[in-house]
């Protein structure tokens, strides 16, 4: 498998001038630094760098090579790519920019091309390399990162390098990092389903611009997440962010809320940016599962720690009140002016017994802790940075640092980070961390699986009778109605369903049928349907008049299908009128969707407490709804040339369902 | 005036143990170190430290002495304060703990007396010091900030000193630091006077726990934003910070969401953390101001430039295309595959030439601009920096840059920050910085005038008709209605008014009208009326029947009115049923406002655009609504024992309004 080769490599060539100052020799100079074995230089004069010799061809090498790191010009890179092919090389790392993402899409067909020949796996071209500390592969021109248990997936070099750099600023240690550039080589899936085997990965970290193939990217994602944290930046979320994707690597980004939802979906954690990514990747990295929400805050000072309280709050942890047993504990040890309510503020005096006592008694009964010292000139640092570490071993919970404030702090963050211990810039930071270590202990719905294929739409818009029955069919609820061509038929059907009637025309040439004129509600009798029916034929198209029963419910429901060009089907569900038109108060979910998933979406619309009878009403059946939100979400399976649906409105009341209008679209030729 | 000895003392003592180590000579060595001038020191020992001599009593001090700075144990800080209020001090800071915050509420008290008797201004106790970098008094045992345009208050000693300590490390350098802790002396309100009026002071950064005068600290408030922005954090925003809170400083917190109204309204800037805080100090106290919203990128890497997109378009800024003019000057000296549209990509061929001449293009047509670097092994990062100096002092116009990753890289921060431009840690830090920038120059609505008493409400609930008689008397529009207190005169109210009638009991025993059977609507006829009345008048405590006719209207709204502990009268308004029960889509303000205000409010609900005409209802007349709004906020100031107030519901059809129901209760004696 040529991917394992691009991070295990036995040697190594470096392609592009090696003269000092050069791409080539700081390459060189950085992979014989790190202590990387193997190296060897590849350019036209056949210039070496130390311990690296120089060669004209990577043919002319004797050693075992199994990776090309590409620094050369665009114009000689599918060259150098064959010539290292032809020496053995089955893995290459293409740093060179000028390809796609110069308007040059002939070059990059030509690696592709090149690459497929000799059965080279290769990242890039525009990509920023690739490190692996675990064995001193420092194949990149950005930071040197310390070992670690994070790996970093980035499809740009410089938010790659961002990332290492702030890694190594806050003392985050690495695995792997690997950037793909363009991504016609290895792309995203190929680096996540590689990173999800690795022994030294114990979180993922990835910074994405665009998924290319998204069904096949969250069914991977949603195994992943099932063995470890996958930490997400996904960019290009708003208008403006859009564009700048657009212009800077060719590829367009699907709409953001999809995205959000399938992120969370597969069970990703998605984050707005770097300085988030990087403290999670310090708990998840770092910390023990926090299996409780329950948080302890331990203190010195009261502002920092009111602040933490305060965001904690917010993010769903639970700051409650020590029991009474915990609070005569801490009774016995602290001052009698110490604030015993959580947080526990052990007042200027707490030193390190204080923090470790406070600590211990705290994590019996929470989930976590945050511990928070503001540096005195009362006290030293370092030993309450031991004592910290010390509770936090002896009682096997996460506890979240932040050491702030004053000259010997630096000292005490150092030996804090060497014990493994994750540190925080500020309290808030430190309790947002822990919200996604506890978030990610919850147990997420199973996915749904599609169903067989089970017949077509065809192109356009199917009549609404078809679209009925296409829904009655498929398990969904829909009145007993009638399609009447002639005005005896029509009178024949009010005769046999109970009036008042709706009448609605039956025309292909009429796709707005309220906004035209096609719709006459309340019919009473025999002769409003008379007048009802000759007013409908006569409309442009008109093929018939669909009669049913006047309905209605406590609540009207919209469902939604669509497909999105990266993910493909997707399912949305609101409460109709305000709700989804001004409120936009709308579920949306990659479908299919399982029962339990349509009712977490149902969950999480605002109006949810209307559902549930917060007005009045007689509360939904939210299993039933949920169900038929779930086999709704199949159709774009069972009919897979279906474009667009929808019922709107769907009315419900209580356990009683009804689709009273539906649309439903298949895909042009 | 002796807030301001407080900040310029001809000479110093600090009252504590001078031995080695102890706060005293900690205190005295900064102090020296920092370089002030005329320092003693006072302890039982007379112990001096460096150039400070030591002596028992203040009063052996021939030097001039305006403030003393005390760390001496509580129990004998009164006795230090006086004896400095002999020898003349009339400036304090009292740092000592073990007062009001540990129980001794009497040991604050003798303080409050001391200082009294002396003239003595003090700050404290349990407080962190105060410094002044413009006349190296560095009474603080807090990190040494660099001197600089911003100025901190902060209620918390732990919170100002990660603030400092933050500030030195992103290089914001601090004109003033003065922390407070428990208040007894001077406050919040003498010291943000203070400061509005420092010419040393451009920008004012406080952190808040609680604000004990809520109105004449908002007054003021106002008066210092309009000369200088004020940057606030203010802890205690949920649950478990209140708690903190509480136990900590001894003061309730007011309920948050007046905290933010409040501030809001006095054109502060409310911010999250500490960390937001110094990025917009940074902004506000070396950029010029951002007049228009639009916003130009320029970078050399693709990635963070989308980040930073995304961001800035959540924010409301505009990243929007450049000019074709401008397009046109880019291309001529950018490599054909540079981003051209907005964020524009340098590429990593970008350099100092190229930052500076993009920015200068872009400034002509932005508002303000990101220059974001990202250190490349192609070129060095220093004269990159130069040239995004030079371009923002050219163009005059705000330039907030962020320099990440390289090994030259440091170098270049410097630079920047001794050319006074502010450095962000990120693309998404900086565009939120200039955001508020942004914000700041908007028009704020004038604060409205109370009004002057008019009446008395009397202790206890109005009756309705007395309700509603008070709100028409103060303009508000109110059904014509009759209390009728027999069968006849209710016979007779039905002939005036217009059938159908609604009904209600009126007794101070029914304070929930509709839930206790004492309200008939849709009376159509005499005999219905009399059914209803001979119900209603056999209710607990009934007086009367309230008659007027069935109204409606195309939106029912609800406008409420309640006193906060902290900030008095509050007016509040939502539209009924859903949205204010459910949605919680309510809209608060410190009363009284004006109808500017008001209309803010009401533009603020997310409900918005039903009122104004989406849901295919005639508009609502926006300005009538508020002027109505602006003069149901008044009434607490016409009748100062107002309690509490609603007016549920206010029908509301295009420019017609009705309060149909009304409930005012008095304050009880």
Not at 51 to 69: K, M, N, T, Y
Not at 83 to 97: L, Q
Not at 260 to 282: H, K, N, P, T, Y
Not at 322 to 342: K, Q, T, Y
Request: proline share 6%; aromatic share 6%; net charge negative.
């Amino acid at each position: 498998m040529s991917i394992h080769k691009l991070f295990y490599p036995k040697g190594v060539v470096v392609a592009g001038s090696a003269s000092p100052g050069k791409l080539g020799q700081v390459l060189l100079e950085r992979l014989l630094k790190a202590g990387f074995p193997s190296v060897f230089a590849l350019n036209p004069k056949a210039i070496g760098w130390g311990a690296a010799p120089g060669f004209v061809s990577a043919r002319q090498i004797e050693a075992p090579l199994d990776l090309a790191v590409i620094v050369s010009p665009a114009s000689t890179v599918a060259d150098v790519l064959a010539d290292c092919g032809e020496a053995g090389v089955r893995a290459a790392i293409i740093i060179s920019s000028g390809f796609g993402e110069a308007g040059n899409a002939e070059g990059e067909r030509q690696l592709q091309e090149v690459a497929a020949r000799y059965g080279i796996s290769y990242t890039g071209p525009n990509c920023a390399g690739l490190i692996n500390t675990g064995n001193n592969l420092l194949a990149s021109l950005e930071a040197a990162p310390p070992p670690g248990a994070t790996s970093l997936i980035s499809q740009s070099g410089a938010v790659g390098g961002v990332m290492m750099d702030l890694a190594e600023a806050r003392g985050l240690g690495l695995a792997k990092f690997v950037s793909y550039g363009n991504g016609s080589g290895v792309g995203e899936l190929d680096l996540l389903a590689y990173l999800a085997n690795d022994p030294e990965t114990k979180v993922i970290a990835m910074y994405l611009e665009n998924i290319k193939q998204g069904r096949e990217f969250l069914a991977l994602l949603r195994q992943v997440t099932a063995k470890k944290p996958v930490v997400v930046v996904k960019s290009g979320r708003t208008g403006s962010g859009q564009r700048a994707t657009l212009s800077h690597t060719g590829a367009l980004a699907g709409s953001d809320q999809v995205y959000d939802a399938a992120l969370a979906q597969a069970g990703a954690i998605r984050v707005a940016g770097i300085e988030d990514m990087i403290d999670l990747c310090q708990a998840f990295s770092s910390l023990s599962p926090m299996k409780s929400k329950k948080l302890a805050i331990i203190t010195n000072s009261g502002g920092p720690a009111v602040l933490t309280a305060d965001r904690a709050d917010e993010l769903g942890l639970e700051v409650g009140e020590p029991s009474p047993a915990c609070r005569e504990e801490l009774a016995s040890f602290l001052p009698s002016h110490a604030g015993l309510a959580n947080p526990i503020d052990l007042t200027v005096e707490g030193d390190a017994a204080a923090y470790k006592q406070a600590l211990l008694a705290c994590l019996q009964e929470n989930g976590a802790a945050v511990a928070l010292y503001v540096g005195t000139p009362y006290l030293p640092a370092l030993p309450i940075a031991q004592a910290i570490a010390e509770a936090a071993a002896e009682s096997g919970k996460p506890v979240a640092t932040i050491l702030q404030v004053g000259a010997d702090i630096k000292e005490a963050q150092k030996y804090l980070l060497q014990a493994n211990l994750p540190l925080f810039l500020s309290g808030e930071r430190a309790v947002q961390a822990l919200a996604y270590l506890a978030r990610y202990q919850e147990s997420r719905p199973a996915a749904a699986e599609p169903l067989p294929q089970k017949g077509k739409i065809g192109p356009g818009a199917l009549l609404e009778p078809e679209a009925m029955e296409l829904l009655k069919l498929n398990g969904m609820p829909t009145p007993p109605f009638t399609l009447a061509k002639s005005l005896e038929e029509a009178i024949a059907a009010g005769a046999g369903l109970t009036y008042p009637l709706a009448a609605k025309v039956v025309s292909p040439e009429i796709l707005h049928k309220s906004g035209q004129g096609g719709v006459i509600l309340n019919t009473k009798d025999e002769a409003q349907l008379t007048e009802a029916f000759r007013n409908l034929i006569q409309l442009p198209g008109a093929l018939g008049v669909l009669l049913y029963p006047m309905l209605k419910g406590d609540f009207e429901l919209i469902l939604g299908l669509s497909r999105d060009r990266q993910f493909g089907p997707v399912v949305a569900c609101g409460l109709g009128g305000i709700y989804t038109e001004i409120l936009r108060d709308v579920a949306l979910r990659i479908a299919p969707v399982s029962q339990e998933e349509a009712e977490t979406m149902l969950r999480q619309l605002r109006a949810y407490p209307i559902l549930s009878g917060a007005r009045g009403k007689q509360p939904v059946d939210l299993q039933a709804l949920a169900r038929l939100i779930s086999n709704f979400s199949q159709l774009p399976f069972l009919y897979p040339d279906l474009q667009e649906a929808d019922i709107n409105p769907l009315f419900v009341s209580g356990d009683e369902f009804m689709a009273v209008d539906a649309r439903i679209i298949g895909m042009a030729i």
